[in-house]
């Protein structure tokens, strides 16, 4: 596609329950990042993809956050048992090459999706 | 591991005012740095970056920022800001794994 597209654009779910979030990359990008955008917090790094290697999980808050990225394209960001805390806007994005090696490391955000837990 | 700082949260000028955002990181090896704008209800953005080379980056609709390693710092700047400016700006220090963005810094700008 164009761009980076997420899904839903917002998801309103109650606390306890699981939610699934998704994110298709700009075709051809190796490099995929998961972000939490909080009112007044600035955008939090969650976990990023690159190829076939392991992900970096460093940025994930607690172990409710998993992701997955399936045959190097798509991923999914899944949050288990959500809290109130949780609300936040999830943003997805991808860039051709990780790394300082190659590329010009540019990331390319989607839209987002607007997570509100009641 | 990086970390960056924005220092200003909420910025507010008049049009045709000068503007400067303040950005500074904390990372001892080579990095890549970049300015992000998220205009009200739209997608981030890239407004520039600097990977090597001259120090002073220009960017997209009159921005610009210079590297200066000495002080850890990637200075937004735009000489005359438009009302259109309104939007919130994100400074990102890429270093050897991940990106790290700073707070955000929203700027409001008066007609």
């Known amino acids: 596609g164009a761009g980076v597209s997420q899904s839903p654009s917002n998801k309103v779910t109650e606390k306890g329950k699981d939610v699934e979030l998704r994110c298709d990359p700009i075709s051809g990008h190796t490099a995929l990042y998961w972000y939490r955008q909080s009112l007044g917090q600035g955008l939090e790094f969650l976990i990023y993809?690159?190829?076939?290697?392991?992900?970096?999980k460093s940025g994930l808050p607690s172990d409710r956050f998993s992701a997955e990225r399936t045959g190097g394209s798509v991923s999914t960001l899944t949050i288990q048992r959500t809290q109130q805390e949780d609300s936040a806007v999830y943003l997805c994005?991808?860039?051709?090459?990780?790394?300082?090696?190659?590329?010009?490391?540019?990331?390319?955000f989607g839209p987002g999706t607007r997570l509100t837990v009641l | 591991a990086q970390s960056v700082s924005q220092h200003n949260h909420h910025v507010i000028l008049s049009e045709a005012a000068s503007l400067e955002l303040g950005c500074n990181y904390s990372?001892?090896?080579?990095?890549?740095l970049f300015w992000y704008v998220q205009y009200p209800g739209q997608h981030l953005q890239l407004l520039l970056k600097y990977f090597s080379g001259d120090p002073l980056v220009k960017g997209i609709k009159g921005f610009e920022a210079e590297f200066i390693k000495s002080k850890f710092s990637f200075n937004l700047r735009k000489p005359s800001v438009q009302w259109s400016d309104t939007a919130e700006y994100f400074c990102a220090v890429k270093g050897h794994n991940d990106m790290r963005f700073g707070a955000g810094t929203r700027l409001t700008v008066k007609p």
């Open positions: 994005a991808s860039s051709f090459v990780h790394g300082l090696a190659g590329g010009t490391n540019e990331q390319f």
């Open positions: 993809f690159q190829g076939n290697s392991a992900p970096d």
């Open positions: 990372y001892g090896g080579t990095v890549n």
